[in-house]
């Protein structure tokens, strides 16, 4: 399929941004994850501000050794934070649970899950029992999280892999998921089958413009008989071909969303081993695969003589130069040592050209390193408007880059608050138009590969200014204001 406002005819490519980034990793403190079989997944980051100061902080799994607190103490210094000591961690995500400004980490573990509850000044307790969340001995690889209408916490969804009491398994052999919705003490657990390994759960608005549980499932272990699913979350039902969903098979790994074409609609970045599967958003509800042109499949390695598939991990998008278009990173790394993939795979860095294309700028720009890559965040760490970049890696060092490109665009950054349980207002649309551009944005917690971020959202302007934010807030209700380019936005609902 053709996508008129994205492929074309071309007499010529057109220029591509030439990024640049600077190798900072020696600032961190020394963190890897590792473990045997039950880690060869996993491996996210949470990034989110922990002490209040504007900088973006890193919680990092660790797989069997502890996870690590790492507070950003600013002009790229970080430092190791003492936090209640968690072994057997795949990922995490930050999410304010019960409502007192303070975020809190949703912590994914071979084994119970736990939450580490803020309490400021990058200070943590296990808060897990008190939270009311139901113990489970589970090997946890997914989460997202949305709040119902009028609910004072959130609904919590958590993606399990492998069952691995099953004494058939580990093939054909995938575990239930669950559903966790409040109750007066506490949450109540809902099973949601069947499960497919999930590797990454997004709640979030789907091309129909409802809100719909996406599950990207890993096949290795599923095998046969499994797929992609969508869960309608009102109508609490998987979707079929009535709802023009169309069955599609991958080794599920990880999952990116944004609007590329400005029609308030995101298409969806899915990872797998092989073909990355970028699926567009149509104006029916439906969702189309991305002509292969395009160039986001990123399906082998593109530097050295490994022919074999590359192996996709955390996908993110984010606008690396400002120029109003968002780009694409790829976490790249084989399982462990398998043998029909690449095993020096690089990690993909995508930039989006004015045609809607996707170029590999990766060596270039200086960060396509070759280790077993698996989480990975886009973040601003110093304040400057230029999204740098962390990666972490199995049986390797956490790797941070600052994004030193020269003559970027310019840029905005919106934070949303608002009354009631839902301070971060989960679930609300932001829309950006510039003179020449409009870019629209969901507030989501999930997706990626094991980790997220909850910071202020960024958006590039090109050669903009003045600036129209509106927003879609969770309840429906819209707002209006005014901005101009460098701007850190802080909106409350009105």
């Not at 004072?152 to 054909?172: K, M, Q, W």
């Not at 971020?453 to 200014?465: E, I, K, N, Y």
Request: charged share 25%.
């Amino acid at each position: 399929m053709k996508y008129a406002a994205y492929l074309m005819c071309l007499m010529a490519w057109p220029a591509v941004a030439d990024p640049r980034f600077e190798n900072r990793s020696d600032q961190l403190p020394t963190h890897v994850y590792d473990g045997g079989w039950e880690h060869f997944v996993g491996g996210g980051l949470a990034v989110f501000d922990c002490d209040d100061d504007g900088l973006a902080d890193i919680f990092a799994a660790g797989g069997e050794s502890p996870a690590k607190m790492i507070r950003n103490e600013g002009d790229f210094r970080f430092s190791e934070v003492a936090i209640p000591k968690v072994l057997g961690v795949t990922g995490a995500y930050p999410i304010d649970l019960d409502a007192d400004g303070l975020m809190d980490l949703f912590v994914l573990r071979v084994g119970a899950n736990r939450v580490l509850k803020g309490q400021g000044g990058c200070r943590f307790t296990d808060a897990t029992e008190a939270m009311g969340i139901p113990p489970a001995d589970t090997w946890s690889t997914a989460f997202t999280a949305w709040w119902e209408d009028g609910a004072d916490r959130p609904t919590l969804a958590i993606g399990n892999y492998v069952d691995r009491t099953d004494p058939d398994g580990p093939f054909e052999a995938c575990d239930d998921n669950v559903i966790l919705r409040p109750k007066p003490q506490g949450y109540a657990e809902n099973v949601l089958t069947p499960g497919f390994c999930p590797l990454s759960m997004l709640a979030a608005r789907d091309a129909r413009g409802r809100p719909t549980l996406r599950l990207s499932n890993d096949r290795h272990y599923y095998v046969k008989g499994g797929h992609e699913q969508m869960w309608d979350i009102a109508e609490q039902r998987y979707l079929g071909s009535e709802d023009g969903w169309k069955n599609v098979a991958l080794w599920g790994m990880g999952i990116a969303s944004r609007d590329l074409n400005a029609d308030g609609r995101d298409e969806v970045m899915l990872t797998s081993m092989g073909d990355q599967l970028l699926q567009f958003a149509l104006p029916d509800g439906r969702y189309a695969a991305a002509d292969y042109a395009i160039g986001t499949y990123a399906q082998r390695p593109h530097v050295g003589d490994d022919g074999r598939p590359s192996t996709g991990w955390h996908a993110e998008f984010g606008d690396i130069d400002n120029d109003g278009r968002a780009d694409l990173f790829i976490a790249k790394g084989n399982v462990d040592q398998m043998p029909g993939m690449a095993t020096r795979d690089p990690n993909n860095l995508l930039m989006q050209s004015d045609d809607g294309f996707f170029h590999e700028v990766a060596v270039s720009a200086g960060v396509a390193t070759t280790d077993r890559s698996r989480g990975a965040a886009l973040v601003d760490f110093d304040l400057d408007g230029r999204l740098d970049l962390i990666v972490s890696n199995r049986r390797a060092a956490l790797e941070l880059y600052r994004n030193v490109t020269a003559d970027t665009g310019n840029w905005i950054t919106v934070s949303l608050h608002q009354l009631g349980g839902n301070r971060d207002a989960v679930g609300a649309v932001m829309t950006v138009r510039s003179a020449t551009l409009t870019q629209t944005l969901q507030q989501v917690i999930g997706g990626g590969h094991g980790g997220g971020q909850m910071l202020p959202r960024h958006f590039g302007l090109g050669a903009d200014v003045d600036v129209q934010i509106e927003v879609e807030w969770p309840d429906g209700t819209r707002s209006t204001h005014q901005a101009m380019a460098g701007d850190r936005v802080r909106l409350t609902k009105p």
